[in-house]
């Protein structure tokens, strides 16, 4: 039960950041080389949307293995902390790029 909870608030929140494209109106102008379909833009939605939600997934984990492993040996808490920082600076820097990818396409 709780995994459907968890599916329905991911498909809310993936509809929710994705409706404000579906929302715009076509544009009217001759040259249309720059502008996205509706669909594109909702796809571009839903892979951000991922992006985000991996992320957070993964940040939970990292801060909640750290914690059961620094509970467990607390005289290598520094360490841990360092390593989980570390890890977590990385899981940043590949969700911007990730991030980047997705939303590339709004501005070429």
């Keep these: 039960m709780k995994a459907i909870k ?3 608030l991911v498909l809310v929140v993936m509809l929710v950041m994705a409706g404000p494209a ?3 109106a076509p ?3 001759g040259d249309h080389s720059t502008s996205l379909a509706g669909t594109t833009k909702f ?3 839903i892979g951000a949307g991922l992006v985000i ?3 957070g997934v993964g940040f939970g984990k990292i801060g909640a293995s750290a914690l059961e492993s620094m509970a467990r040996q607390p005289e ?3 360490k841990v902390q ?3 920082i570390i890890i977590a600076a990385l899981l940043e820097g590949a969700t911007f790029f990730a991030l980047a990818i997705c939303l590339l ?3 070429l």
């Design 6 to 8: 968890f599916l329905a």
């Design 22 to 24: 579906l929302a715009q």
């Design 27 to 29: 544009t009217t102008s």
């Design 43 to 45: 796809g571009l939605g």
């Design 53 to 55: 939600i991996g992320a």
């Design 76 to 78: 290598v808490a520094t």
């Design 82 to 84: 360092t390593a989980m």
């Design 105 to 107: 396409p709004l501005f």
